[in-house]
């Protein structure tokens, strides 16, 4: 094999990263939010090309976020909750309409987020399909559930079209480098909880600054 490690998937290190972004009092890493991004950009470029735009877009938010986290203020950039207080309190967000802040981490991050929301309804349909479960469908129907709604027709389209050519379940199941199907069903039972508490608490937090909405 001629992928080096560290460019090949493996689900652990993504359940790892996920894991790794809770802190004690439940605000959430963005050094690892981001780890667990890119290894799932990793995912999605062993699926071939037709994907490319959607890891394009992905890809250029994951590096918004490294930036401002590498970046002169970066230590206020540690969990989302300091990124949010840092952001709203400098002003450094377009709350209604697109201006000066158009790549703020919090309207990127918020990008990101509603895809995470994908991501969890998504795997709960893989983890929980029959053998012979068809991943495009369930890709589909999660997309619709959730990221859909914010998609304009052509992105929605596209998005269509490229479902269509995802792998069967078992491929899919053995990309993500986990061991059988059963040790990947197990492995996605642990993961998926984790996930979605990192959703559930980024949720509440942009609920809570309005900030669900942002251009
Ligand atoms: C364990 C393996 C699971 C598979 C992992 C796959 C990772 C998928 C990563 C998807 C990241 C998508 C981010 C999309 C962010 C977004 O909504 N961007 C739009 C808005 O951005 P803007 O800056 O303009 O406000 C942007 O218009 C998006 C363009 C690209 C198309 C996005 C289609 C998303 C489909 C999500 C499903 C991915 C299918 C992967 C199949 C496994």
Known sequence: DTVSDDQK???KEVLDAFRLCLSENREVYLQHYVAGWRGLIKFLNTLGSVFGFISKDAVTKIQ???HLLNGENGSQYVT???????????ELVDLTKRGNNQESGCRTLLRLHRALRWLELFLDRLRTSSEDGKTSVMCADAYNESLAKYHPWVIRKAAGM????????????????VG???QVVAML?????????????TEVL?????ML???
């Open 189 to 201: 039972g642990e993961a998926i909880p984790l996930i979605s508490e990192v959703y559930q608490i």
């Open 213 to 215: 909405d942002l251009p």
């Open 64 to 66: 918004i976020l490294v």
């Open 9 to 11: 998937f493996c689900l």
């Open 80 to 90: 989302i909750q300091s990124m949010v207080k840092y952001e709203q309190g400098n």
């Open 162 to 177: 490229a479902f269509c050519l995802l792998p069967g379940r078992q491929a899919f199941l053995e990309i993500m480098n």
């Open 206 to 210: 942009y609920a809570q600054h309005n």
């Open 180 to 182: 059988s199907s059963e």
